[in-house]
């Protein structure tokens, strides 16, 4: 566009000094030129006969750490707030939650759960001690949340509950005794003290993460020795009746890939998962940059380092094949999502951050990366639910008791219909543009694509498509094939806004928010929509 106009300027220019005739020859040179320069196109033809990997629901999973006002203010209230609230469940965050359809809920951290020890957080809320957060701010907790209140806000939500174990500071005796405590109905000494508390059945919890960051804020290991430690404590956690437990490593981070390659030697098949995490941040510094106030330069390298997880994530899978080749170790990228500054006037270290489009582009790219692995990856869990990092819901915890849904939430809810899909392979043909790198970061290719894309195929036979068009000022004209499969119908929803900085807030909480999306055309069995510049789109199509 900028070359076409550029090229009318100079026309104009030219007019000024030359005579007409001149001019004449000169336009019709440059509508010629014109003409041949490709409008912005996209063409996708999706395999709807092939596909056999599901797409895991845990791919949409949650985290939920005791960090700032995650839990406390959050999620919970307490039963005597002001805030209306079930239990001490906030009800509006609960209503949120039930309709995003939460697969899977992670706590109690994150450095936090190194830190945690669950026997301070059972029994009667007012004999728990307190504790001081030092991971995150150095807050000071009553443990009025703690095991009982987290396992039945699971269950509120038909969430399976992915509990973090302490091995940092913790012993192997506590961790053992707190699997027995959840998932035993025998007469055993931890079972019948949750039956004093007031819980007569075992809860239903599956995931169990031995150590969070064992190389850092769980206790700064090595991976040799934390490969031992991993043997040890897990072999401790019985598998009490009916329950199978899917014991998870702690994991490597972004590009420590001799930390998987030590635990792929050295735990192996005694581990059901690995973990992963990946943050989409510029750096480690104390300017991590606003979550508001950033530059269309900037807003590419975000796009950039969040696609650069794809990269990462084939590479752990690479070292993960080599011991591994008929996958039967998960990959669990247990903590992702966009890191920036705490917003101004806020606690430090509680990482409350507002969340624009942006971050909503960022969220979408990466589930599309996610659901093309699903040959591997297992389980995913944005960082985190409410009120911190990448965050859902942001709520006002001064009193008010208000709420605003962020649009990552919107991308999440649009997303809803890939839980347990089998994904569809693609074939997809769109432009790319080269991004700067910079010293921290040196991206796959250096390249953008305009258009990301995945699909797949419903249980109920139907298919869904989520396109999201990372251009800031292109609409890109896009032609979807459904080879071999008649489509018959179309309906779908689109995620964007005027400028890819807006956000919501408490003043004006619907500026970015889903609406039905009408352009979808069917034309020869051909599906044409043009996907509005920085925009997500989700189509549900029926054959
Ligand atoms: O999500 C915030 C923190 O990031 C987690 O506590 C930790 O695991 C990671 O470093």
């Known amino acids: 566009m900028e070359k076409i106009f550029s090229i009318y300027l100079f026309c104009l220019l030219f007019l000024l000094k030359c005579n007409m ?5 000169l336009a019709l040179l440059v509508a010629a030129f014109t003409c041949s320069v490709k409008a912005q196109e996209t063409s996708i033809t999706i395999h709807t006969r092939q596909g056999s990997n599901k797409i895991y629901k845990e791919l949409y999973g949650q985290f939920a750490e005791h960090l700032g006002s995650c839990i406390y203010g959050g999620l919970w209230v307490g039963p005597y707030s002001n805030i209306p609230n079930t239990n001490g469940y906030r009800n509006d965050v609960l209503q949120a939650l039930k309709e995003l359809k939460v697969p899977v809920l992670r706590w109690p951290g994150g450095c936090f759960a190194d830190e945690y020890h669950w026997m301070d957080g059972i029994g009667p809320r007012n004999k728990r001690p307190k504790m001081q957060n030092n991971n995150w701010g150095g807050t000071i907790e009553d443990n009025s949340f703690g095991t009982n209140e987290f396992l039945n806000l699971c269950e509120i939500l038909g969430a399976e509950p992915y509990i ?4 940092g500071s913790g012993s192997v005796e506590e961790l ?7 998932t035993s109905d025998g007469d055993t000494p931890m079972a019948n003290l949750r039956r004093k ?6 809860w239903n919890v599956k995931f169990l993460g031995v150590g969070n960051e064992s190389w850092g804020c769980g206790g700064n290991m090595r991976p040799e020795y934390y490969s031992d430690l991993f043997r040890r404590y897990s072999t401790y956690c019985r598998n009490y009746d009916k329950h199978r437990l899917y014991k998870i490593a702690s994991g490597a981070s972004d590009y420590d890939y001799n930390w998987t390659k030590v635990l792929m030697k050295n735990v192996g098949n005694r581990m059901d998962g690995l973990s992963l995490h990946y943050y989409t941040v510029k750096d480690w510094s104390d300017h991590k940059g606003s979550a508001t106030h950033f530059d269309n330069q900037e807003y590419y390298w975000t796009i950039g380092k969040c696609l650069q997880i794809e990269d990462v994530i084939k590479k752990h899978c690479a070292i993960m094949d080599q011991t591994d080749p008929q996958k039967k170790i998960g990959l669990l990228v247990d903590e992702w999502g966009t890191w920036w500054d705490e917003e101004p006037g806020t606690i430090k270290g509680h990482l409350y951050q507002q969340n624009s489009m942006r971050d909503a582009m960022v969220a979408a790219l ?5 659901q093309r692995h699903t040959d591997r990856i297992r389980m995913a869990n944005i960082a985190q639910v409410v009120n911190v990092l990448q965050s859902m819901i942001l709520t006002d915890t001064i009193g008010t008791g208000h709420m605003v849904l962020t649009p990552t939430y919107y991308v999440f809810k649009m997303y809803r219909g890939f839980q347990d899909a089998t994904y569809l392979p693609m074939d997809v043909t769109t432009d790319s543009m080269n991004v700067e790198g910079g010293h921290m970061f040196k991206m796959v290719n250096g390249k953008i694509p305009d258009v990301s894309v995945s699909a797949a195929r419903k249980k109920d036979g139907s298919f869904i498509i989520s396109l999201a068009n990372t251009s800031l000022d292109k609409a890109q004209a896009t032609k979807i094939i459904l080879d071999g499969t008649k489509i018959k119908t179309v309906n779908g929803d689109i995620l964007t806004s005027d400028k890819i900085n807006d956000y919501n807030d408490f003043n004006n909480p619907d500026k970015v928010k889903e609406k039905v999306f009408k352009d979808a055309k069917i034309k020869k069995n051909v599906l044409n929509i043009k996907i509005p510049a920085k925009s997500i789109i989700v189509l549900n199509l029926n054959s």
Do not use: D, P, Q
């Open 366 to 370: 990466t589930l599309n990366i996610f």
């Open 197 to 202: 508390y007031g819980r007569e059945k075992s």
């Open 21 to 25: 005739k001149k001019f004449i020859s």
């Open 164 to 167: 973090s174990g302490n091995v």
């Open 176 to 182: 053992a005794k707190w699997v027995e405590y959840m």
